[in-house]
């Protein structure tokens, strides 16, 4: 590109001007270079045209070509409401064309000339008939039209028509970004084809091209970006890539200024546990073990999924005994302080029960924003000291104040809760710890690769013994007494049970956490069960209270926002009921739906909502059917995508990208070739050639 081009203002562009330029600001184009990088969506496909005769009764759109027959005619007026009809022939058959318009069609569509026509083409007795059609010049040239993410105030056709005065504006020859050996090895389009055909490609082989040589570029920086971090590389370096033979003649690893080997007791924890791991479980210790004692390896790195239920905890457990018993600390980091609070407890619950005369076995610590002054002056000297010990917390350790000393171990727990940079600034509190990111979202390996391409995986792939599947039911609002009735009767049969309310939105009629106890809830039901309510605005010491007395029974129910999403581990409760839920993802749904069926009872998720249409009441009867996470994850994916999935604060159009290049193996394989292909060439990148890609990689990772 030309880029230059790419910082002036998008106002200086013929045909836009300054007050259509804020329309194109509020699409995010505010530079002429930012329009050029403003990919259609779509494309109409003009090339295919149909014979009238196999698109009687299409339910899809068909191309025909056609001759007007008779002139337009308005056959009916009022106000600006106007129909107009005309007749074209096409293969002898006569079709009858509508149009709902304010303009007349009559100055586009003459007697006797041949357009294309695009729409939804029904027969009657008097042959076919189509209503409003999108009509092309059968002498246009242009049979890929693209089409752009558009406003109502900036359509499609005003967008595609600027695009093209910006590309009057590049260079016959559009400067290149990959180096030539790369587009000659792969077979690639130049940059310079790319950046034009994209917009405008002449037929469907030029669109191809074009769109796999962008989707190439994409996903190589972004492997690039995660080759560098996973292998914690620095490109100020002499030799960008470690020399595997000094590597491997490493048998210790370094924790801050200490070399140590990390011997594996996990067989000890195993054997104190009073229960019985899953295979899956024992397996995923093993190789989390194996990765702390390779020498091969610079640190353990690796992304541990499992569906709700599946016993994640217990391995963050495991881990974190084998690494006080090596003399080091281990940090537990959480979304929440309930979760804080809950893994805490459970710590020193099943720590405890081990009767080891050891005292390091007692050093378990919470570290949350709500810990009080004094605590925390406590804590932060234990932490600076190089006495082994486990510190659960949540972001309150990533504060740039805090130092860890003799830090060998991190956990993330619920990544998706956490931005990149969060993982990486905690990571950052030691040199190169073994890192254990756990996810109870399951992850579609697609979205896996792409945003944590650092790490190695890990799944469990299997719920511990005597667990039944969750029994989901799909009620209407008018049924939620008989929803309340089922819940009173398992309250009194000794279970527990969640209510699940959306968070209040003051434009919105929701009804509060408190309302909803005082509208839907007897006062005989609130006397005989006394429901709590919890938020996320209640203090640490309500919030711990409610808790506690709810895990010791105290509390049979809880009425809820989604503050209880994540991790809450209850095994008496048994029925949820979760009110709007049209208004969740399904990964959210999962997860509330997963905090029952932790026992070997039957348990129930009743979903109370009046949608009967649309994405969301797809998304229920998804739900409704199946309790595997990891098929819930893909229809999730697939039904909102990758930015939703994961929510677009963090995560935008370019990542929809990734995904599309991951779904091409030709593109995922050329890309894990060339990166071996320039570092071979260029170990740090800094041949003219490879500059450009450099520069690119640098400033995807500041991003994080």
């Known amino acids: 590109m030309n880029f230059s081009l790419f910082y002036v203002d998008i106002s200086e562009l013929k045909g836009v001007g300054k007050k259509t330029s804020v329309l194109y600001k509020n699409l995010g184009i505010n530079s002429i270079g930012k329009l050029l990088m403003y990919f259609p969506v779509s494309y109409e496909n003009w090339e295919n045209v149909s014979s009238i005769y196999e698109i009687s009764n299409s339910k899809e759109e068909k191309i025909i070509k056609a001759k007007i027959s008779e002139e337009v005619t308005c056959i009916f007026s009022r106000k600006n409401k106007k129909i107009y009809k005309l007749k074209a022939i096409s293969e002898n058959q006569i079709i009858t064309i509508s149009f709902f318009s304010i303009k007349n ?56 028509r600027a695009t093209k005065e910006a590309i009057k504006l590049l260079p016959e020859k559009v400067k290149e970004t990959l180096p030539y050996f790369l587009i000659d090895k792969f077979n690639l389009a130049t940059y310079d084809f790319m950046i034009k055909k994209i917009h405008f490609p ?114 963050a457990m495991a881990l974190s005994y084998n690494i006080i018993k090596n003399g080091f600390k281990a940090i537990v980091m959480v979304p929440s302080e309930i979760l804080a609070f809950q893994h805490h407890k459970r710590f020193l619950e099943v720590f405890e029960k081990f009767h080891d005369d050891d005292q390091t076995f007692k050093n378990i610590y919470l570290f949350t924003k709500s810990t009080s002054k004094k605590q925390k002056e406590i804590l932060v000297k234990i932490l600076s000291d190089n006495n082994p010990a486990i510190i659960i917390g949540t972001h309150a350790l990533i504060t740039d104040d805090l130092k860890i000393a003799n830090l060998a171990f991190v956990v993330i727990d619920e990544q998706h809760k956490f931005g990149v940079n969060q993982r990486l600034k905690l990571i950052s509190k030691s040199f190169l710890p073994h890192i254990l990111v756990m996810s109870a979202t399951p992850i579609p390996r697609s979205l896996a690769l792409v945003f944590y391409g650092d790490l190695d995986f890990s799944v469990l792939n299997e719920l511990p013994s005597g667990r039944k599947e969750i029994k989901t039911f799909l009620m209407e609002s008018g049924r939620r007494s008989e929803a309340i009735e089922f819940l009173e009767n398992k309250l009194e049969e000794g279970s527990q049970g969640f209510i699940v309310c959306p968070l209040i939105n003051k434009s919105e009629e929701l009804i509060s956490l408190t309302d909803y106890r005082e509208k839907y809830l007897t006062k005989d039901f609130v006397k005989k069960f006394k429901p709590e309510i919890i938020h996320g605005k209640l203090k640490k010491n309500e919030k711990e209270n409610i808790m506690n007395d709810f895990y010791e029974g105290k509390i049979k129910l809880l009425i809820s926002t989604t503050i209880i999403e994540v991790g809450i581990d209850a095994p008496k409760a048994s029925v949820i009921i979760i009110e709007n839920p049209e208004r969740f993802g399904m990964a959210t749904l999962h997860q509330l739906r997963g905090r029952v069926g932790r026992n070997s009872n039957e348990s129930y998720c009743i979903l109370i909502s009046d949608s009967k249409w649309g994405s969301a009441y797809r998304r229920l009867k998804t739900i409704k059917s199946s309790n595997d996470g990891f098929y819930l994850a893909n229809q999730d994916l697939e039904q909102r995508g990758p930015g939703e999935f994961f929510g677009e604060r963090q995560h935008g159009e370019f990542n929809r990208n990734l995904i599309e290049a991951l779904k091409d193996d030709s593109i995922v394989n050329d890309c894990d070739n060339a990166i071996r292909e320039v570092i071979t060439r260029s170990p740090n990148l800094d041949s003219d050639e490879s500059k450009f890609i450099k520069s690119k990689i640098l400033k995807l990772i500041s991003s994080f």
């Open 105 to 160: 069609p009559s100055a586009k569509m003459k007697r006797g000339e041949e357009f294309l026509l695009s729409g939804k083409f029904c027969k009657d007795k008097n042959g076919f008939k189509v209503i409003c059609p999108k009509i092309k010049n059968i002498n246009s040239s242009e049979k890929i039209v693209p089409l752009y993410p558009q406003s109502s105030k900036l359509p499609s056709w005003k967008i595609a």
């Open 202 to 315: 002449f037929n469907l082989d030029e669109l191809n091209k074009a769109k796999r040589r962008f989707l190439f570029e994409e996903l190589l920086i972004w492997k690039f970006a995660m080759f560098i971090l996973k292998n914690k590389i620095s490109l100020s370096n002499k030799n960008m890539i470690p020399n595997d033979k000094n590597v491997h003649k490493e048998t210790k690893r370094k924790i801050g200024n200490e070399s140590v080997v990390i011997k594996d007791f996990s067989h000890e924890f195993l054997e104190k546990l009073p229960f019985e791991l899953t295979k899956s479980q024992k397996k995923v210790i093993f190789e989390c073990i194996e990765d702390m004692k390779n020498p091969k390896l610079q640190s353990m790195k690796r992304l541990l999924q499992g569906d709700v239920g599946s016993g994640k905890t217990v391995i």
